[in-house]
């Protein structure tokens, strides 16, 4: 096993084992804990590709702090109407770069599928995430999460983040 | 638009009150209304919204759209001037522009390569005249009679719009003396273009302009203010229908400046409030607001029938492009923007402001939800009515927000376009 | 329900025999045929079946669900009572109730408040008096012109009913004399509801009727007993279709009790036999059987027109719920219960049981194949006709399970509920 | 097939020209004219593809297909003879067949096991005859009358062709002297079938056949050819509508053989050329060319209508049936085969050559692509129409590729299947 | 690297062979292989989620050993009639805690694609999978799995396990 | 840690690795990256699986070396005219035998899920990949990548290499 080897795959599981998380709080409506996946001084945003690929900065969702992505699920929770969703995430096509020891700058594919109150599943959205990852000592945590989404069309609306 | 009344199948749609407050469900699912709207309305004597000027900034530029749902190019001739054209090829009627957006000086359908120039205007077709002994097209082609069907380009303030109508009048005009000053208010000066967003819904286009033409249910259908017990300090309400035929109107909420609010933010204090039962934001920046008008307005939205709704929320500025497709769906296009001399940090906080609209805003989500509610609970009354009662007993009353007069007045001007009562119909002509 | 011929264009479909042996598969595709089923059958003079008592056991307890393909709630009212209504708000036509189930004192429409008692009365309209100097409603408001629509509800055995019907009878007069008997057979004692599964098919509704009313189908589609050479002891037959139209009936399969067989699966044994040649299940527990009715019936099915269909399978009890989605597509809802005093043994045996129905069923899953099949095999023969012909000599008899007898008499209640025929329309009135 | 004017709304579709050189859209969206080709063209006096004979080499071999979207099986019968059969139970409508492929001596409905002979006769009704005291299907009851819709069958070549008409002539005789000629150029000796892939495309079926029918775009838009600088030598074009009706036709591009060119692949060389500005292949072998017929043509392509298309581009070959799946989709099914006494080098090249067509074809993949794009573009336009013009005034003229005769050809035949003119219908006989 | 990371890592791994194995045998029509995946002494199920969320017990599916394992594939290959599907599954967000040495509670999203006779894909279900995993000389086997899907309207029928 | 762990531990690590830059590269228009993950001497392939099946060998797409893959992103990015689609490729079912020490062969699921210019994301197509990856200076490459689609029904076109 060449030296690098053993270094990468630690990356590589220990990035997983983030996303997995991610996905299971979001998934199985745990949104409490998806701001402590990030640190306090971070950056959320979920953009379309559309203005992405222009150049353009108009986001559907833009958190520059833990504590709006707390104020989001406190207003998920308590004052915005919506069909509650049931998400799931998928992930692939992992690529990282250490920019320092304790700091990876990854990009992935996802799919998130949902499903309605009537029971039925489908293809919700599809894109990429641009994130960054910092050590901390609970672990990794998202110093920037970037959503940006192929499905331009958003269906009804998106109230769950992504 | 002059339809007489034979022409129109009394069983189609039947209002059960002149005013507007009984509204047939069918208006909702039925497709035969729906083909009616795209012929009267769409393709009839109003002017549809396209997008922004500063979109298609450039010589060339192009953005693909659609009048209704009739797929249309609006671009940018080499000598500055718009045009608009149907993306439907002369040859045999394939899409001629089949990207969203780009430049280019001319464009050519794929299928037989046929060109038109920016405005639409046939100017090649390959082997016209063959090819050694290859005929080519007969003699009595005239590539002028060949062109993509061209329609009326006219912007008003950087909005610019469309019409397949030869009669109506100038799109000023259309917009009218009482919109006019509220358009004038939001572009008043050079504006930015910061990307667009876009929402499809499961239900039908006029719910949605329903909804906008609605500030009863701004307070009890958007909880996000009162559940994080935001003082609404002296609210004044303007909700104005354009008089010649209720189609347009602009509702406000005003409140009167107050000492020390600026664009520093220290607005931001007494702008929050929190009570021990009650909920708060850790950081209520997103509301926070800067004065940019004369009037401080934290609402504006105004509908410019059929296509456009203008939106000023706080500090995020929207044109909305409402776009059917079909009975039971309907798509939005917000298209945010700023102004030219915007501070780095007016910018941003326009861009956080993103979070307050849009699919996914704090007091807007609920929207389409609430369209798509109604869709369902309709689709199978197609002879039941609504009931549109608020304030009825007050239509002069414009400084309330607890009104559905603006709803009526749309109803009744809708009607006459598509010619579903005995009146001759005045169309949105004066 | 009263539908002068004239009122019927003869084109719309026509039964070749009066018998009821000869059904234009025109029925199950034609839109028009399937809006005519929503106002004559499931808004006429029938009872939908909507669900169990003991899914709303307490006050406040509701359901959404539909009759038809009209969303309608049921409810528990404070006083114990039940009321269902038509989820469509009065104001401007949301639906009101969002939730499948749940417990609440009053139903508030989101989009602007309305506020609805349990049993559909309107008790609230924000800002009706206005505020201030708002006006609000018109004195001329009366909410109680202004309730959900309320349907008629009735519940038999612990089954809740509605119908939209004024006319019609009684829920047990309209299940009637001969029906009355079976469904006591199943609903003698109380009950525990276990939940509920659902499956979605892209056929027609009645061609799961037809395929409930057709025992002939059972041992010839479900090979799930001859593969696994389970040998049918003494097999006894009762099929009988209600008299008065035939739209509902009973089909069961009995076998005298024999020694030994008893709760302690010791019946096992004796029921499964293996062949050198045959195949034989491992693990034969999930077709023990209990007996826990006077008459040891594997299989009791009974269709209560139009949306219930009760059954009992070994020990698996189960109130099916069929609802139509549009022509081509319907959605069975399982309802799983047992009874308050089983002991956990026979609980464990109906779970496990389970596996032998609903949409992963060993003896059922064929039946959402077949009639899929049925479907897409008679799409594009409109104008064609099923040969309806099993035992058609013998209309008498009812202790076969060999017959077609139960889907021709279906069939000619189905035209006259329809006014499909010259006879005067009695509807499923006696 | 003789359908007075009457029965004809003049309003279903009007042609503008009677040259066939101006279509109007709606030919390619509407419901009604859609029912009334399957009326009219799949069940009238035409007779459509269903698959090679190669595919159903052995007795009891079968495959299930479409005649327009009426299922259809396809079968091989014991004394070897071919049958096919509309694939819906003559009993309750079930489908019969549900495998795509395979083999068996008869079929049995899973419904209720009727059984029927690979000729689609009725050979077994379960419980005919009842059961100890069962009374079984009634004395009247002839199996003989309840067989499944037999339809004519006759292969040419080795195609397999089927009709529900029993007045149209018989197969060689449709496919006609001008045609057969290129039919046997292609199918001259035994054949190997080699699979077949499946491309479903969202817009009309005869959007398909127009661009089959239409030289002129071939290097328009498909720019494989002109990108990679691919020389195309001495190129001869013919292009022959059927005489008879114009429903039928060829187009062939013929290269005189040239020295060198041979198997070995020695004609790659000169075959391409690069120029500094261009782009070339790193491996042009897809683009090798074995002669292997007397005329040197890189294309034969070859509609019989309605349902087969006889394509040979280089060394592929394939037969490709056209299914229609409503106004708005059609389903391509690409048939590929070679000759029993291909060298493996002949066959690999056969293979390699599938980059070339199909849906992921280098000079094929733009044809969906533009049928969708005038689907796209001609729905909210039923009354506009094309305007098909290209070597108009020289109707004889069949050497050339720049046309688009065989196309307006196409539709003045279309026309009087249709009964679409005050013409007395001819319908595709002589 | 830290002590438990190397151990959890070779839990995901073996975690993660186990899932594939399950997936290729079902997504490859080897329905014999699947019941093997199991102990003998097992419990499988499908519940809707509906169900599991209300804490009833009715499920489409209930094995309480292996022997029902295989009597499921052997009706499903020799009595019952359906259009044979061809599923793809897909995991995510996995999460496992170590009950002892020998046994994990395993927590996964999945996604079922199903591909009909006609050449048409779709999704077909999701949902969660709730999971016992036990070590035996073959390795990890599922003790328990109960398969809780999002998708409540099951179209048309439910033939081959998810 | 049983002895073979580790290595079929690094051999999963490293077949991910290139399933990953596969599918990253596909799916975020690096056309151009896609040849070079494959040697010089290689078989790509698309095939429904309705003739694999068959034992049919008509495919849609064939290419017996690496150039013949240079030439179909050329054409792509040069000649052929279609609407650009947005996939994203998700995998599962990961099964793989060792020929030797420099040879694996490898199946698995895949799902490409599309996004149209309209902005509607669906699953264009499900399969399963049969692979040979042969090992090589710059890591494993793709001596054979046999794509076998489910999908037989192909959408429009298929012009973006799955
Ligand atoms: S369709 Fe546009 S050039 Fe022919
Ligand atoms: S629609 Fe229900 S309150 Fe207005
Ligand atoms: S439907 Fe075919 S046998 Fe009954
Ligand atoms: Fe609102
Ligand atoms: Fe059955
Ligand atoms: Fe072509």
């Known amino acids: 096993m060449s030296p690098g080897t053993m270094e990468r795959m630690v990356q590589r599981f220990e990035i997983t084992e983030l996303f997995d998380r991610y996905a299971a709080a979001l998934d199985n409506d745990r949104l409490e804990e998806w701001p402590a996946l990030f640190v ?100 990794w945590r998202f110093k920037r999460r970037r959503i940006v989404y192929d499905t331009s069309r958003v269906q009804t609306l998106l109230a769950v983040p992504i | 638009m002059d339809h007489p009344i034979l022409e129109t199948p009394p069983a189609l749609a039947v209002f059960p009150h002149t005013d507007g407050s009984r509204v047939p469900y069918k208006v909702f699912s039925s497709q035969e209304i729906y083909e009616r709207e795209q012929e009267r309305i769409f393709r009839g004597p109003t002017w549809s919204f396209l997008g922004l000027e500063v979109e298609i900034a450039r010589p060339g530029d192009f953005k693909s759209t659609f009048v209704g749902d009739t797929p249309v190019v609006m671009t940018r001739n080499e000598d500055g001037s718009l045009a608009a054209w149907v993306n439907r090829c002369a040859h045999r009627g394939a899409i001629v522009c089949r990207l969203q957006r780009g430049n280019a000086m001319s464009h050519s359908c794929v299928y037989h390569q046929w060109n038109y120039g920016t405005a639409g205007n046939l100017q090649g077709v390959p082997f016209r005249r063959g090819q050694k002994d290859m005929t080519g097209m007969p003699k009595d082609f005239d590539p002028r009679h060949h062109s993509l069907r061209q ?57 949605y302009l329903e909804n906008v033409k609605d500030p009863y249910h701004a307070s009890l259908l958007h909880l996000f203010h009162t559940t994080f017990n935001i003082l609404r300090v002296g609210m004044k309400a303007r909700c104005i229908a354009d008089e010649r035929h209720g189609l ?15 664009s520093d933010g220290a607005y931001k204090a ?28 934290t609402n504006h939205i105004q509908p410019i029938f059929p296509q456009l709704v203008i939106q000023q929320i706080h500090n995020t500025l929207v044109a909305r492009q409402l776009l059917p497709k079909g009975p039971g769906h309907f798509e939005l296009v917000f298209h945010f923007f700023g102004y030219l001399d915007d501070t780095p940090e007016l910018r941003a906080m326009r861009l956080k402001q993103a979070n307050l609209v849009g699919p996914a805003g704090y007091i807007s989500m609920e929207d389409t939800e609430a369209t798509e509610l109604v869709q369902r609970g309709t689709a199978r009354d197609a002879e039941a009515s609504s009931v549109i009662e608020m304030s009825r007993a007050a239509p002069e009353q414009q400084d309330t927000l607890i009104t559905e007069s603006l709803v009526r007045r749309f109803w009744v001007g809708y009607q006459q376009l598509m010619g579903f009562d005995g009146a001759a119909p005045q169309g949105v002509r004066a």
């Open chain 2, 151 to 207: 329609l009326r380009v006219e912007s008003y303030g950087g909005l610019v719009f469309a019409t397949f109508s030869d009669t109506v009048e100038a799109l000023a005009d259309y917009i009218g003396p009482q919109m006019r000053p509220y358009v004038d208010r939001i572009f008043h000066k050079p504006i930015e273009y910061l990307g667009c967003t876009r929402q499809f819904s499961d239900s039908n286009w006029k719910l």
């Open chain 2, 270 to 297: 007494q702008n929050i409030r929190s009570y021990d039962e009650g909920f708060r934001l850790e950081d209520p920046s997103v509301l926070e607001m800067v004065q940019e008008f004369d009037e401080l307005a």
């Open chain 2, 248 to 262: 347009h109107n602009i509702v406000m909420s005003i409140k009167q400046p107050e000492p020390g609010s600026s």
């Open chain 1, 40 to 139: 306090e001084d971070c950056h959320y945003e979920i953009i379309p590709k559309e203005n992405e690929d222009a150049g353009l900065p108009a986001p559907v969702m833009l958190c520059d702090n833990a504590a709006m992505l707390r104020d989001r699920v406190l207003s998920l929770r308590h004052a915005n109407i919506y069909e509650k969703p049931t998400y799931r995430h998928f992930t692939s096509g992992l690529q990282w770069v250490a920019v320092d020891a304790d700091t990876l700058d990854v990009t992935s594919n996802y799919l998130v599928v949902n499903t309605s109150q009537a029971g039925v599943s489908a293809v919700y959205q599809a894109g990429m995430a641009k994130d960054r990852l910092v050590r901390t000592p609970e672990g």
